[in-house]
């Protein structure tokens, strides 16, 4: 959502040979001995959502509406960029929540959650299961402000199109297709002094109370991008690729943190052979991005440039421990399936000067529907061949994963968002020195 690819720049005349895909922080060079770019960028995000929960029925598995989820994001996104050498910059970014808000409330007649009687550790007692105890309260929401994790990293274009036919006319004769090429590695670290996010802070862990919380997830995170440009007289398509990699976790939230809000084994086994593995467990991800700038006017001497951009964005997510649309109303982390982003987003671009550029876009994105509650429900840990489980009968078993629910992690029982709509809009102010 918040990805930002960027690349080369030309020699004298970097606006007439680069997308702002492929745009880089450039030093040693006639028109930039040392470049400096300050960037803020607002950026409004709402996304809607129907959480429905399998039920078993004798006609078979179905899916009811169960909860409506809305959450609403309001940020600025500070970067800060210092070219190096030609086509080389560092860069570091960090996004600030100004208000980050999830609400949610009953949807359709369903209302298992509400009159749920099973018991999140399972059956196996007599009277664990006959009572009502509702899983989560309806309506509920949270709020976070404040500093997200922060990301640097370097940027460096091997292949820079202006540059190459200014300097190599021999080997890069004019109407040879040279495209731009940029290759970049980003790393997410966790925020120096920051205080976690802690989702017990709302919903069935929280005892009703409401408080704002912070927006640091403490977790290591490779991403590594490349990006293509090529001009085309006044159109300048682009395509990137990136993929993200989680590298360690191991300071982030933990369910674990809080064992008497699992299942009875947790006591135990959170502290047993589970140790360590029932915590934040970031997806790892991959995108493609298609599109194309429209230049409407360019003035190259006056460092001047008026241009609209189309792009669409693929994002694909793997399974993992995260925070999903039901995390906050738990008051834990779930475990959800893979799923796919796509998104189209519209830009207007302008520089009036060297150092004054602005970007307005707006963007309409979906995420495909998957389940958010799909835990496993134990491993072989003690090496027997088999896979020992209390489900609520008192007995040990350490091969119980702690974070297993019988209430909505077993099939049947599951919980499943519908596809996600986000729509956003944004506005970019950009000083370069």
Request: proline share 6%.
């Amino acid at each position: 959502m918040r990805a930002r690819l960027l690349a080369a720049v030309a020699f004298l005349a970097p606006a007439s040979f680069a997308a702002r895909i492929t745009d880089v922080a450039d030093a040693a060079d006639e028109k930039h001995p040392l470049e400096v770019d300050l960037e803020a960028t607002y950026l409004h995000l709402r996304s809607q959502s129907t959480i429905t929960r399998e039920q078993t029925t004798a006609a078979g598995t179905q899916l009811n509406d169960e909860l409506a989820h809305a959450r609403t994001l309001d940020a600025i996104e500070l970067r800060l960029a210092i070219g190096i050498w030609h086509d080389l910059e560092l860069h570091a970014m960090v996004p600030l929540a100004l208000r980050d808000a999830q609400d949610w409330s009953a949807a359709g007649n369903a209302g298992t959650l509400a009159g749920n009687t099973i018991s999140i550790s399972g059956c196996g007692s007599a009277v664990s299961c006959t009572t009502v105890k509702p899983i989560l309260p309806i309506p509920g929401q949270s709020r976070r402000t404040g500093f997200g994790d922060p990301t640097v990293g370097i940027t460096w274009g091997p292949i820079n199109e202006a540059r190459e036919l200014k300097l190599r006319p021999e080997l890069f004769p004019e109407g040879k297709p040279v495209s731009t090429w940029v290759i970049g590695l980003d790393w997410t670290l966790p925020l120096p002094g920051g205080k976690l996010d802690d989702p017990s802070h709302w919903g069935a862990a929280s005892g009703g109370a409401l408080s704002t919380g912070p927006e640091s997830r403490n977790a290591h995170v490779l991403t590594l991008w490349t990006a293509f440009s090529k001009r085309f007289h006044v159109l300048e398509p682009f395509v990137a690729f990136s993929a993200s990699v989680p590298i360690s976790a191991a300071g982030g939230y933990d369910n674990c943190a809080r064992p008497l809000s699992l299942a009875d084994v947790a006591v135990a086994n959170c502290r047993g052979a589970w140790a360590g593995q029932t915590g934040y467990k970031p997806p790892y991800t991959g995108q493609l991005t298609l599109g194309a700038e429209l230049v409407a006017a360019e003035d190259v001497k006056a460092d001047e440039r008026l241009s609209f951009e189309v792009r669409g964005d693929v994002r694909w997510h793997g399974p993992g421990r995260d925070y999903t649309q039901v995390a906050d109303a738990l008051g834990k982390l779930t475990y959800a399936d893979e799923y796919v982003t796509t998104t189209g987003t519209l830009g207007l671009y302008g520089r009036m000067a060297r150092w004054l550029h602005l970007r307005v876009y707006g963007s309409l994105g979906v995420d495909t529907a998957h389940f958010l509650t799909h835990e496993d429900v134990g491993e072989d840990k003690d090496a027997d061949g088999q896979v020992t489980i209390s489900g609520g009968s008192g007995v040990p078993a350490p091969d119980q994963n702690p974070n297993y629910d019988f209430r909505l992690d077993q099939v049947g029982r599951r919980l499943r968002v519908e596809p996600v709509l986000t729509g956003g809009r944004a506005g970019t102010l950009s000083l370069n020195f």
